[in-house]
């Protein structure tokens, strides 16, 4: 793995994979939508501007429309998309190790030359509309969004990411013009490359591109600094919000608030996630789904933000077993943090690990990803061995610490579907009102 920084702060990571006959791309911003704004001083609101300003900087440039730059990859039978995210937005492209220099050209005109062509702005506020119609439809795409409002609150992190149809309908070109000149500039610019690349030739196309457009990467600048890593108070929105609406399921998501993603606990966090919802041997699997037979998907997550983070519970089944299946996720991580784990579950859990994430690995999409999330979230880039040896120094006596510290945090509950919220007020309970499980 290399790491250049460039004079005019733009940073570039690669990871050259040895019999790779394809590679990843991607160009990323420390830019999500945790970092939005009201109109203030003089300024126009920002809030949807990151997602809507993803979908424009595939609408055209100076030199290429909409439709080359889709032909530039269908051509070579490449991928090329991108993801905005709560704290960063990322464009990446997959293609073969011949078609790089042609993915690099491409990207970089788009991330410096994008138009904002009023008419087609007007034609991708229709599809984003559309994009989040689709999302309301989706019952888990629901409760996931209201889960992050009701354990963060007024954070920035608890915003939807695809902003919303009020906010997209009041979006204005000027503000998402505003917002693309003061994010996507050198000093924010982070590029990550995968596979068959070579990390001078990768330094030497990117500089050519970006000055091709006009960039004036003589002037020097730092870097734009990392966030700051102190996790932050967040104050949920309430420990229960159920959202009434016809189906054949209620999708549950129960959950507390997490680590951030720098907290040195999160490999004790990656085991207890695995044991507790990460796999088919994992508990909530085996007493949701194998024993009682009362859901089809049921799991745990934990992401974590530069200052926030959740921990949540997700489970579709059908309503009359709701209360029951939301009673059992509590139960589970209580029972977790008065007993702990097994000898035979660590173990499982940490070769679970291991092997997921060699295998993920063989993937260049997850070795580029890998380089960006490093650079921009953790300051620091673990290989595999290094991680491996953090995991495996986890012990049960750091499992059950932290899930005991989880159990005590304030519960919050989201159901979507057909159900009164009376069937579940007791859940939600602080410990100190709920039976003793030990």
């Keep these: 793995m290399r790491r250049s920084v460039l004079p005019s702060g733009i940073r570039v990571l690669s990871e050259q994979v040895p019999g790779s006959r394809s590679a990843t791309i991607g160009f990323w911003v420390a830019v999500g939508s945790r970092d939005e704004h009201p109109a203030e001083s003089g300024h126009p609101a920002t809030f949807g501007s990151t997602h809507f300003l993803e979908h424009l900087l595939f609408k055209g440039t100076e030199t290429r429309s909409a439709l080359d730059i889709a032909v530039s990859f269908d051509s070579v039978g490449g991928e090329h998309n991108a993801v905005t995210a709560k704290e960063y937005t990322c464009y990446y492209a997959k293609v073969q190790d011949r078609d790089l220099p042609m993915a690099v050209d491409v990207l970089a005109d788009m991330f410096t030359s994008s138009v904002l062509d009023p008419d087609d702005f ?63 500039r050198a000093r924010d610019l982070v590029v990550t490359a995968a596979g068959a690349v070579d990390h001078d030739a990768l330094v030497a196309r990117l500089t050519s591109a970006l000055e091709t457009a006009g960039w004036d990467l003589a002037a020097a600048a730092a870097p734009v600094e990392r966030r700051r890593a102190e996790p932050a108070l967040v104050d949920g929105r309430g420990p229960l919000a159920v959202v009434e609406r016809p189906g054949e399921q209620v999708n549950l998501v129960l959950g507390v608030p997490g680590l951030v993603a720098t907290d040195e606990r999160r490999a004790v966090m990656s085991v207890l996630t695995t044991v507790f919802g990460g796999g088919m041997s994992s508990r909530l699997f085996q007493q949701i789904r194998e024993r009682r037979g009362l859901a089809y998907a049921v799991y745990s997550f934990a992401p974590g933000y530069s200052d926030a983070g959740v921990f949540g519970m997700y489970a579709g089944c059908a309503p009359k077993n709701a209360a029951t299946v939301a009673a059992l996720m509590r139960t589970e991580l209580e029972r977790l943090a008065h007993h702990g784990v097994t000898d035979d579950e660590l173990t499982r859990a940490i070769g679970y690990l291991g092997g997921a994430s060699a295998l993920a690995l063989e993937d260049s999409d997850t070795r580029m990803s890998r380089l960006g999330r490093a650079e921009i979230a953790l300051g620091e880039f673990a290989d595999l061995d290094e991680a491996l040896r953090r995991v495996g120094r986890v012990t049960a006596d750091d499992v059950r610490a932290l899930a005991g510290e989880l159990a005590d945090r304030p519960f919050s509950l989201v159901a979507v579907g057909p159900v009164d919220e009376r069937a579940f007020r007791s859940i939600v309970d602080q410990p100190e009102t709920r039976p003793d499980v030990a």
Excluded: C, K, Q
Excluded at 138 to 144: F, L, R
Excluded at 160 to 177: K, N, S, Y
């Design 122 to 184: 007007e034609s991708e506020r229709r599809v984003i509309l559309e994009e989040l119609a689709m999302a309301g439809d989706d019952p888990a795409d629901v409760a996931n969004e209201r889960f992050f409002e009701a354990v963060l609150g007024t954070h920035p992190l608890a915003r939807p990411i695809g902003g919303d149809p009020e906010t997209i309908g009041l979006a204005t070109r000027d503000a998402v013009l505003e917002h693309y000149r003061a994010s996507y």
